[in-house]
Every structure is written in C-alpha cells, then in structure tokens.
C-alpha cells in the first residue's frame, strides 16, 4: 500500500515547484546583459538580401535604433512581425536586424511574404554575433543610443504594450 502513496506524495511535494516554474508572469527580461550602457559589441556581417553589402556596428552610431534578433524558424518571431511592420511604418527609429541560425532563402521568403521591416538585417547563419550579444534565444531586441551604446535588452515578442511601457519611457529619456 505505501508503494502507491510514495509516489503520490512525491508528485504532491514538486507540483508548486512545477506550478511556479510555469507562471506567465515571470519577466524573461530580467535576464542580465552585460552590455547596457556599453557600446554594442563589434560586429561585420553580410546583409541577408545582398551578401555583397555589409552591415556592422558602425551603423548603429549617430541616431537612436533598434537591433532585432529574429529566425524563421522562431515562432515569437512571427508573432512580432506584424507590430515591427507598423512600427517601421510610423516611427522614426530605424529597425536593424540580426538573422540568427537560419537559412538564407528561408528568411528571404518570410521577408518577402510577411514584409520587410529593417533597414539592414545581417545574416548570421553560424550564431556567433548572436553569441557576441549575449542573445538567449530569438526573438530578442536592443534599444541603441546615438553613441552606439547598448540601452535596453528586451527578450521575447515586442509588442505594442511592451513598446509603450518598456521602450518609450527610455527614448523619451535619452532624447533629453
């Protein structure tokens, strides 16, 4: 009889730990960057529409941008697609991109049939930028200062709530 209850009682004991583990309002955000108020880690990749042109770091001095890390392959990716689109449309904040571990006609055809938001997006088909920025998983995004500094990281899906409480606040700050 105890050889039922045992395992009943073990599954009792973790099922808070489970619970909590699984809570939504856990704020994948509080993931350390070692790059806020640094500037940008050095980067030289080949853009993903023409691998003969070249986008870096470089281009992320002398205006406030976004760095979004993305893959087709990512499905918070796609759901962020959609508000990136707008945002590219009635911002005035240029959105550069890093396609992280994907496949290049793969991430051309999701651009072409979903639109392209960015300026540049660079392809980074071996990860490695990626790992140089310290990026968790896709889809992530970096506020950038004029100066080429890391501001904010923001980890998961940029949405219009999470632009308004998390970004604008710190555009607004810079921009005084």
């Known amino acids: 009889m105890s050889r039922y209850f045992l395992p009943l009682i073990a599954v009792l004991a973790l099922l808070p730990i489970l619970i909590l583990g699984l809570r939504e309002d856990r704020d994948l955000n509080l993931l350390p960057s070692q790059y806020i108020g640094k500037p940008a880690p050095e980067f030289d990749l080949p853009t993903l529409l023409d691998p003969a042109q070249r986008i870096s770091n470089a281009d992320l001095k ?72 310290g990026v968790y998983g896709a889809p992530e995004t970096f506020l950038i200062n004029v100066e080429g500094q890391v501001v904010y990281r923001f980890t998961g899906p940029l949405n219009s709530v999470s632009w308004e409480r998390e970004f604008l606040p710190r555009i607004a700050e810079m921009s005084q």
């Open 62 to 133: 002398g205006q406030v941008s976004l760095v979004n890390v993305w893959a087709t392959w990512c499905v918070g990716c796609r759901a962020e697609h959609g508000f990136l689109m707008q945002l590219s449309e009635t911002s005035d904040i240029p959105i550069y991109a890093i396609n992280w571990r994907d496949n290049r006609p793969d991430a051309m055809n999701f651009l072409s049939q979903l639109g392209n938001p960015y300026v540049a997006s660079g392809f980074d088909e071996d990860g490695r930028v990626g790992i140089d920025w």
